[in-house]
């Protein structure tokens, strides 16, 4: 289990890869991967290519991201696999989050 943060300034573009299980294990790294940026990007995208597990820690940590950033910035959930897709689009992320 581990978060990876990648910042492009040429693209505006910020992107957090989550390996391994996204739960509440990852909660403080998750939150400073966003928080500790010292300014505001037009894009974020979240990898989850390669999680394998999500619980609804998770699920509330990405809507604590959603209420941090800027709602100008658009946050982009990329690379789920077909189960976790399902569980963010029964729980109705797709209406706050750009689910690819």
Same mark, same amino acid.
């Given at each position: 289990?581990?978060?990876s943060?990648?910042?492009?300034?040429?693209?505006?573009?910020?992107?957090?890869?989550?390996?391994?299980?996204?739960?509440f294990?990852?909660?403080?790294?998750?939150?400073?991967?966003?928080?500790s940026?010292?300014?505001?990007?037009?894009?974020?995208?979240?990898? *989850?290519?390669?999680?394998?597990y @999500? !619980? &609804? #820690?998770?699920?509330?940590?990405?809507?604590? *991201?959603?209420?941090?950033?800027? @709602? !100008? &910035? #658009?946050?982009?959930?990329?690379?789920?696999?077909?189960?976790?897709?399902?569980? @963010?689009m029964?729980?109705?992320?797709?209406?706050?989050?750009?689910?690819?």
């Amino acid at each position: 289990m581990s978060i990876s943060v990648t910042v492009n300034e040429e693209k505006d573009l910020v992107t957090i890869n989550i390996i391994g299980s996204f739960d509440f294990s990852l909660f403080n790294d998750f939150r400073e991967a966003y928080s500790s940026l010292t300014s505001t990007y037009k894009s974020y995208v979240v990898d *989850m290519s390669m999680v394998e597990y @999500l !619980d &609804s #820690a998770a699920l509330g940590m990405l809507l604590s *991201m959603r209420n941090a950033i800027e @709602l !100008d &910035s #658009a946050i982009r959930l990329e690379g789920a696999n077909d189960f976790i897709k399902n569980i @963010l689009m029964i729980s109705r992320f797709d209406k706050r989050f750009d689910i690819q």
